[in-house]
């Protein structure tokens, strides 16, 4: 069997081993410590952001964001609904209800359009929502200046979940930094890694110091053990932080081996009737994280993006269809929903292809192979 090629593996960069060796010497294992603040640094300066706090999961970074702004029960928080369900869950974690916005075909993601309908008519309903979570999905920037618009004019906080777009700009403005607070991602199949973690960030260091206090359990400053706010455990290891010192430091070499899988698998397959890409937006600039294609059935004489997806497993490669809608999901089937269906023709017609900045020329080429073959292409 050929050997196996994953949708987007780890790729470690070499200094990760001397950051760890360094923790271990040292004996600095448990959460805090000099790598942790040596990450924190590193986010906040490449993000161009005023702080950050290094956190287990981007999924605990969403739900602290929520808590800052004083999301509670009974409240309304819009989200796209074209992500992953980590975006929405911390809403629910908190008793409040997501209403789910549509994405637009531009970037794939909140539609600033759908987005206004939305928030006229949750206030006509007596509910004015307590924040809006617009997602980079793919490392594609949503249109931030629109949304920001809207933002302002009905005065609510936007959390930017840039979860898969470290490194992706907005007329040279970093993902993660058009928020009121920003949260990143270094899941083990993100474009850099810490094994598990994650990040939130802010121009607004006071989130920041707030946000480190509850993700170390809320203690208040006393010898014992004393609590005077529900705390989490969502503080990022110094060990883990040691990896994320090392992968920072290749960041821009992973973005450009994304960006380069990005325009060979556009050279190759392209120009293929029924095959269609995600093109930047004028002053977009994309990690690529993940490359992904539309695939049009009409065009391709009944080919669907499931019959590619499954020709690729038989060939052992990774492949996967775009996010489901959260409006789809059996978990928010009650949830207003406000949209056009653009995000379930994305999931009907999407499909990730294998993206990882440790493909080999190889690795494409077979991708490509079982793509073109498909689709009876040269």
């Known amino acids: 069997m050929n050997s196996k090629i994953w949708l987007s593996s780890p790729h470690m960069g070499g200094n990760e081993q001397v950051y760890v060796k360094e923790a271990f010497d040292t004996n600095w294992i448990a959460p805090l410590g000099p790598h ?4 924190e640094k590193d986010l906040y300066s490449f993000t161009g952001t005023q702080a950050a706090a290094a956190l287990s ?5 969403i739900h602290l964001a929520l808590i800052l702004l004083g999301v509670e029960t009974g409240d309304e928080v819009i989200c796209q609904s074209f992500t992953f369900s980590a975006s929405a869950n911390p809403i629910v974690y908190q008793g409040a209800t997501p209403i789910f916005v ?4 531009d970037t794939w993601n909140m539609c600033p359009q759908q987005l206004r309908l939305a928030i006229v008519d949750r206030i006509a309903k007596g509910k004015k929502p307590k924040a809006i979570i617009p997602v980079h999905l793919y490392g594609m920037p949503a249109k931030m200046p629109e949304i920001l618009a809207i933002a302002h004019e009905f005065e609510i906080p936007v959390i930017e979940d840039a979860a898969e777009a470290i490194g992706s700009t907005i007329s040279g403005k970093c993902c993660g930094s058009f928020g009121e607070l920003g949260i990143l991602s270094f899941n083990g199949n993100k474009i850099i890694t810490t094994s598990g973690g994650g990040a939130l960030v802010s121009d607004k260091p006071d989130y920041i110091v707030k946000a480190r206090f509850l993700a170390t359990q809320a203690r208040d400053a006393a010898p014992h053990y004393q609590h005077s706010h529900i705390g989490y455990n969502y503080r990022m290891s110094n060990v883990c932080a040691a990896i994320g010192r090392g992968q920072m430091e290749v960041l821009n070499d992973r973005i450009q081996q994304r960006r380069s899988n990005f325009d060979y698998y556009l050279n190759q397959i392209g120009s293929i009737e029924g095959i ?5 937006p004028a002053g977009y600039f994309s990690n690529r994280w993940l490359t992904t294609i539309l695939v049009d059935t009409i065009k391709t004489n009944g080919v669907t993006r499931e019959d590619l997806r499954l020709a690729m497993e038989k060939e052992n490669i990774e492949s996967r269809p775009l996010w489901k809608p959260m409006h789809m999901q059996p978990i928010f089937a009650d949830a207003p929903f406000y949209g056009n269906g653009t995000a379930e023709n994305l999931f009907e017609f999407g499909l990730c292809l294998p993206s990882g900045s440790n ?13 073109k073959y498909m689709l009876k292409a040269s």
Do not use: M, N, Q, W
């Not at 999961?57 to 970074?61: D, E, F, I, K």
């Not at 549509?102 to 075909?105: A, L, N």
């Not at 269609?276 to 930047?280: A, D, P, V």
């Open 57 to 61: 999961s981007g999924t605990s970074a």
């Open 359 to 371: 493909l080999t020329e190889g690795d494409l080429e077979r991708v490509v192979k079982v793509i």
């Open 36 to 39: 942790v603040d040596g990450f």
């Open 102 to 105: 549509d994405s637009e075909t």
């Open 276 to 280: 269609r890409f995600l093109i930047e």
